[in-house]
């Protein structure tokens, strides 16, 4: 079982800026596929970002241009970096890994098909 954990979660203001981290054995942060995902209170979990192990990075429309996903030199901690924060990016953030070939899927199959997940950590925006 594949331990990943979250942190950096917090409460900001519109426009603020916030840096999720999730920390995972090397041997996944550096080969397999990575993402993030949000499930706001009431909806269903989606795909906000998603990175392969040679580090492309794929967006959700909604967030393109304002967050940024990126691994650490060691390939032990997998970030998201979000700015220009809006009230609808208020959610539980969760970090989680799978196969290589989850980053070329659709961002609406990724929720269900990704096998390792973190406890997330929870982002609230005011406006």
């Known amino acids: 079982q594949v331990e990943l954990k979250e942190s950096g979660g917090g409460s900001v203001q519109t426009g603020g800026s916030l840096r999720l981290s999730c920390e995972a054995p090397?041997?996944?942060?550096?080969?397999?596929?990575m993402g993030w995902f949000r499930q706001a209170q009431g909806k269903e979990r989606e795909a906000v970002a998603s990175i392969e192990p040679g580090g492309v990075g794929t967006y959700a429309d909604s967030v393109k241009g304002r967050f940024t996903i990126a691994k650490d030199t060691g390939d032990t901690i997998l970030y998201l970096h979000m700015n220009n924060l809006r009230p609808d990016d208020t959610a539980t953030y969760y970090c989680a890994a799978g196969p290589t070939f989850l980053c070329a899927l659709d961002m609406s199959e990724q929720p269900r098909r990704f096998g390792a997940w973190g406890k997330g950590t929870l982002v609230t925006v005011s406006s």
């Open positions: 090397a041997f996944v942060v550096g080969r397999w596929c």
